[in-house]
Nanobody, 115 residues
Framework: QVQLVESGGGLVQPGGSLRLSCAAS????????MGWYRQAPGKQRDLVAT???????NYADSVKGRFTISRDNAKNTVYLQMNSLKPEDTAVYIC?????????WGQGTQVTVSS
């Protein structure tokens, strides 16, 4: 079965950095576009960044210049490097992909930006 497992979240001060990882299984990873979303309490789930199977990234305006999405096809893993973090980046970050016409989501990893 398809599994997406995120890791790397935590508590960080404003201006700090974190790197999230999402390990995928049950799919042909190199064929799949991957995405990171985030959801804050009481708010809708928003797209943060995507990366095509060819490695082309796309970012939400709110994270451009601060976040970098990348992938390692040998490790079936997608990463989200987050720099210059702000309190408004606080959310559960969730990995996603589409495989055989179905959307799959990880369980998420909490990122809290606070002093």
């Amino acid at each position: 079965q398809v599994q997406l497992v995120e890791s790397g979240g935590g508590l960080v001060q404003p201006g700090g950095s974190l790197r999230l990882s999402c390990a995928a299984s049950g799919i042909i990873f190199s064929n799949c576009a991957m995405g990171w979303y985030r959801q804050a309490p009481g708010k809708q789930r928003d797209l943060v960044a995507t990366i095509t199977n060819a490695g082309r990234p796309n970012y939400a305006d709110s994270v451009k210049g601060r976040f970098t999405i990348s992938r390692d096809n040998a490790k079936n893993t997608v990463y989200l490097q987050m720099n210059s973090l702000k309190p408004e980046d606080t959310a559960v970050y969730i990995c996603s992909t589409t495989w055989r016409a179905r959307n799959y989501w990880g369980q998420g990893t909490q990122v809290t930006v606070s002093s």
